[in-house]
């Protein structure tokens, strides 16, 4: 895999990464200013995306969960086009509707500029392939538990590590 196409993967993981965790700094990071984000219930610029994005994921006493799959990027000088698939699964807490317990496929479009040697989407589309809605609320297991509040054991392990 070239540098340019590793690069832009890694983009796409921290952007999950960032969702995922509720880095919304990390998740603004992926994107060059004056960006445009095209998602389910959401088109327009990457500030406002994320702003969007702030309520739906603090509010919910559950979490995110973005699985990262086929992946292609094709470079053509400071310029890339990437499409990568993904499942992503979302649910409340146990006072939360049911109808926010749910999993979907998806694929990420991505146009992507390199400026000043970092590669950033200039535009995505998330496009929904197909969602399962679970009747039921999910639960999370028992053992270490997922966090989204900056006490994740990746981030304490970035912490003490890097």
């Given at each position: 895999m070239s540098d340019d196409r590793r690069e832009i993967h890694d983009l796409v993981l921290r952007y999950c990464r960032g969702i995922d965790r509720i880095d919304l700094d990390l998740v603004r990071s992926c994107y060059h200013p004056g960006a445009v984000d095209h998602h389910t219930g959401f088109d327009g610029p990457v500030e406002e995306?994320?702003?969007?994005?702030?309520?739906?994921?603090?509010?919910?006493?559950?979490?995110?969960?973005?699985?990262?799959?086929?992946?292609?990027?094709?470079?053509?000088?400071?310029?890339?086009?990437?499409?990568t698939y993904a499942h992503a699964t979302h649910w409340g807490g146990p006072e939360d509707s049911p109808k926010g317990n749910f999993t979907t496929g998806v694929r990420y479009v991505d146009h992507l500029e390199r400026r000043d040697g970092r590669w950033g989407i200039v535009e995505r589309w998330a496009v929904r392939e197909w969602v399962r809605r679970d009747g039921d609320s999910l639960s999370a297991a028992k053992g270490t538990l997922a966090r989204r509040d900056g006490t994740d054991p990746i981030d304490n392990l970035r912490a003490q590590v890097l």
């Amino acid at each position: 895999m070239s540098d340019d196409r590793r690069e832009i993967h890694d983009l796409v993981l921290r952007y999950c990464r960032g969702i995922d965790r509720i880095d919304l700094d990390l998740v603004r990071s992926c994107y060059h200013p004056g960006a445009v984000d095209h998602h389910t219930g959401f088109d327009g610029p990457v500030e406002e995306y994320v702003e969007w994005l702030r309520p739906l994921l603090t509010s919910k006493s559950g979490g995110t969960h973005h699985m990262i799959g086929n992946h292609l990027s094709e470079v053509n000088g400071d310029h890339a086009v990437a499409e990568t698939y993904a499942h992503a699964t979302h649910w409340g807490g146990p006072e939360d509707s049911p109808k926010g317990n749910f999993t979907t496929g998806v694929r990420y479009v991505d146009h992507l500029e390199r400026r000043d040697g970092r590669w950033g989407i200039v535009e995505r589309w998330a496009v929904r392939e197909w969602v399962r809605r679970d009747g039921d609320s999910l639960s999370a297991a028992k053992g270490t538990l997922a966090r989204r509040d900056g006490t994740d054991p990746i981030d304490n392990l970035r912490a003490q590590v890097l």
